[in-house]
């Protein structure tokens, strides 16, 4: 299994290497996209909007700064703004479930929007800017997490299906020289699979920009809380019965760290192309459940890309 995740990075590796290596980069006029999924940066399209820009009212031609631009909340109601969104979809190759050394191919759909930079919403989830200002914000938090069903692996036989979890929380997160991202989250269970607590802090950074072409790099870990772990890692006497596993009680406690590389490749006007690869390393008392120790690997990957398609809708 692990020969068969490394050929894969090193396919994934190589198309984005040449890609990037391409005839496109020598382009000096060229269609750059024009939402960065982890920025959200947008380029002017027509001379109309740049021009739009520069004599925005919010600006002050003395101070040079822009104190509605850099203000986020419930007053950016107030300026005339767009929203972005970008969808996609694309193929990834994931495990069977969260520690398992069982891997297959699903189709992953991806979706990012920001409103007013007030709502953003990602595969992580919306979290809603309630205030912030110059790059820091903070609000509520929401999530809907997958399910886990006795059927997604043999591992998981006797062990019942975990439902869908709606998640709420709050968000913490702070952009700072354009080039680097800090996101921290709280969130519980409040209906569905679990009512345990989860905590989430993600950085990302990014790397470069050259023509079509930009990636950057992230890093994130997580806490859970108990009744967390013994929804997805404990085995009850009961469970231990129906599966034959032995009984294990998760704590509380760090779930995972890890890291992942993303490349963004522009292919046309409002296309782009989004590899990455992930890797997340299970801690000790995790990786101790029978459900992992036994039958998984505390080593987990996946690999993918999205085709993207990026839409911008303006509000007045």
Do not use: C
Request: glycine content about 10%.
């Amino acid at each position: 299994m692990k020969k068969k995740m490394t050929h894969l990075m090193k396919a994934i590796a190589g198309a984005a290497a040449l890609l990037a290596a391409g005839p496109a980069l020598a382009q000096q006029q060229i269609d750059e996209p024009r939402l960065d999924p982890i920025f959200g940066q947008k380029r002017p399209e027509t001379p109309e909007e740049r021009e739009r820009i520069k004599n925005d009212e919010e600006f002050d031609q003395d101070k040079g700064w822009h104190p509605l631009r850099d203000f986020v909340g419930v007053l950016t109601f107030l300026a005339p703004s767009n929203t972005d969104l970008s969808v996609g979809l694309g193929p990834e190759y994931r495990p069977d479930y969260f520690g398992s050394d069982d891997y297959h191919f699903v189709p992953d759909p991806e979706v990012y929007v920001k409103f007013r930079n007030f709502v953003f919403l990602d595969n992580d989830g919306a979290d809603i800017a309630l205030f912030g200002f110059s790059g820091f914000s903070f609000g509520p938090s929401f999530r809907v997490v997958g399910n886990r069903k006795e059927s997604d692996n043999i591992a998981l036989t006797g062990l019942g299906d975990i439902d869908y979890t709606a998640e709420v929380g709050g968000f913490a997160a702070t952009k700072f020289v354009d080039r680097f991202l800090v996101r921290f989250k709280v969130r519980k269970g409040i209906a569905g699979g679990h009512d345990g607590l989860i905590v989430d802090a993600a950085g990302t950074a990014l790397l470069f920009r050259n023509g079509r072409v930009s990636t950057s790099v992230s890093a994130n870990a997580s806490w859970i809380g108990e009744r967390y772990a013994d929804t997805y890692f404990s085995v009850t006497p009961s469970q231990s019965l129906a599966s034959g596993l032995p009984v294990y009680d998760a704590p509380s406690g760090m779930r995972d760290i890890g890291g992942s590389f993303n490349a963004y490749i522009n292919i046309g006007k409002r296309w782009s192309l989004n590899p990455y690869v992930t890797y997340t390393y299970i801690f000790d008392d995790v990786a101790a459940t029978p459900i992992i120790s036994l039958y998984g690997d505390r080593n987990q990957y996946r690999a993918g890309f999205h085709l993207m398609r990026e839409f911008n809708m303006k509000w007045r």
